[in-house]
């Protein structure tokens, strides 16, 4: 059962479990992604920014390089007053190949067995904390050819209310009702006097 997070209409909405694409270029902050795929491989768009969410309990955020090797990936989350925290890198993989390639396969790559003890793909699975509001951000650190997609994914319940996030509006109803009860309140006052 994949748990979906649904957050202010500013933000995205994620699956836990799901693959989602981003496009990067040296030293930028990553933009969406597309949608494709299918089965094991299929992947979203994690559609605009920001790419918010909280867990129920702790899980995980797998990262993966895409097409061919050679990129690597620093994760941020961006937090109160646009503070951004590094949660880590990716692991450097083999050198860039142009000849070896995984294409938009995120689960194939995330897969893909070392070669001597080095990721082909460079990735990494990043531990989440319980009820910790991340905003994430990725910038390709080390990219040979400036511009690169990656994948990530969320393992764990997704929480459907950030900490910290405002609660419901009250509907112009809930007004309503609460401003009459007060001018009641305020009639039977005046005429006990």
Known sequence: MALTAVLPSSAATF?????YN???????DATPGVSGGS????YLSPGALPWSFSLLAAGTLDVVDAENPGDTYRVETIGAGNVRTVLGVTI???????NVSCGFNPQECFD???QGGIPVYSKRTFDLAAGTAYSLQFIAIDSPSFSSNAFFRINGAIDTEMPGEPGPIPEPTTYALTGTAFAALAWLKARKR
């Open 15 to 19: 699956t836990a479990g799901t693959w």
């Open 22 to 28: 981003i496009l990067t270029s040296a030293g930028v």
């Open 39 to 42: 089965g094991v491989n299929a």
């Open 92 to 98: 450097q993989s083999v050198p860039f190949n142009p």
């Open 112 to 114: 893909t067995p070392l």
